[in-house]
């Protein structure tokens, strides 16, 4: 039976189509850590590698293969999708195990890019981002679908936002203390998401 005295909120660092989810509860405990692929057998950053491809900003590259912008374009509509189904079924998987009811995800915000899949890939800038908010959207989208609230961070200013909800002096030391809780691994990356719970819990 899930416990209703408490909530949870899970905080997301990502890498490529990889993301680490660690979830905390409101009161600060550590209940779960655990990595999660969106995509398995597809390309990890269509937009970046087939789309400049397609264009021609690494056509000439070893690496580059054969692809017009067309099929560019349906590589990245099919990651996109791919990558929808994997968020969905990683968050149900994730609300089964644990034993606190969720109420929230903390996810790294996302710079502005143009409105089109095309638009993206011609725009050099976009092009290099594209993949990792597509990916971070698609595990947004998931969670609203279950009635999570998404919480928005700043990497750069998540530690002094989890330092002031947790008024503690040492949010370092916190963090390293909350990561024996499930021993190794504990890296950095896991630091950024459990900071990133906790900050969204006091919102």
């Avoid at 929808?84 to 890019?113: D, F, M, Q, W």
């Avoid at 200013?157 to 030391?173: E, H, P, S, Y």
Wanted: aromatic share 6%.
């Amino acid at each position: 039976m899930k416990n209703i005295r408490q909530t949870a909120i899970v905080g997301v660092t990502e890498h490529g189509n990889s993301a680490m989810l660690v979830t905390v509860t409101s009161a600060g405990t550590l209940l779960d850590r655990r990595r999660i692929d969106l995509t398995t057998d597809l390309p990890t950053h269509p937009y970046h590698h087939q789309g400049s491809w397609a264009i021609g900003r690494y056509k000439d590259s070893p690496w580059a293969q054969d692809i017009s912008l067309p099929e560019a374009i349906r590589l990245v509509e099919l990651v996109q999708e791919a990558s929808a189904n994997g968020a969905r079924e990683s968050l149900e998987i994730l609300a089964a195990t644990v034993p606190v009811e969720i109420s929230g995800i903390a996810i790294r915000e996302c710079p502005g890019l143009p409105p089109t899949i095309e638009e993206c890939i011609r725009d050099n800038r976009a092009q290099t981002v594209a993949d990792t908010v597509m990916y971070r959207k698609t595990l947004a989208l998931a969670a609203e679908a279950r009635g999570w609230a998404v919480h928005w961070y700043d990497r750069k200013q998540v530690f002094d936002d989890a330092t002031r909800v947790l008024g503690c002096d040492n949010i370092n030391a916190f963090l390293a203390a909350l990561g024996k809780q499930l021993g190794s691994p504990w890296q950095a990356q896991h630091k950024q998401a459990a900071a990133a719970a906790i900050a969204a819990s006091g919102r």
